[in-house]
Nanobody, 128 residues
Framework: QVQLVESGGGLVQAGDSLRLSCAAS????????MGWFRQAPGKEREFVAA???????YYVDSVKGRFTIFRDNAKNTVYLQMNSLKPEDTAVYYC??????????????????????WGQGTQVTVSS
């Protein structure tokens, strides 16, 4: 079965960096759209970034220029490099996967309901 396992979260200070990893198994990773979402206490799950089958990337405005999503298909892993972290980035970060539609290799969605598979999440806490 499909499994997504996130790692790399932790407690850091404002301005620090973290790299999250999401290792996937049970799927043909290179054909999947991969996304990162986050959920802070008392808030809805929020789209952070996505990378398509052909490596196009998309970001929520609040992380543009600070976060980078990239994938290593040989390792079945997607990463989220987070720089210049802010206290408002504090949340549980989730990895998500969706088989890329055959009609387009550039399709993605910022809607959590579009994705089929989810990881268990990793906590990121940024202190001020």
């Amino acid at each position: 079965q499909v499994q997504l396992v996130e790692s790399g979260g932790g407690l850091v200070q404002a301005g620090d960096s973290l790299r999250l990893s999401c290792a996937a198994s049970g799927l043909t990773f290179s054909t999947y759209v991969m996304g990162w979402f986050r959920q802070a206490p008392g808030k809805e799950r929020e789209f952070v970034a996505a990378i398509t089958r052909n490596n196009m990337t998309y970001y929520v405005d609040s992380v543009k220029g600070r976060f980078t999503i990239f994938r290593d298909n040989a390792k079945n892993t997607v990463y989220l490099q987070m720089n210049s972290l802010k206290p408002e980035d504090t949340a549980v970060y989730y990895c998500a996967a969706k088989a890329s539609p055959r009609y387009s290799s550039s399709v993605y969605s910022s809607n959590a309901g579009w994705y089929d598979y989810w990881g268990q999440g990793t906590q990121v806490t940024v202190s001020s």
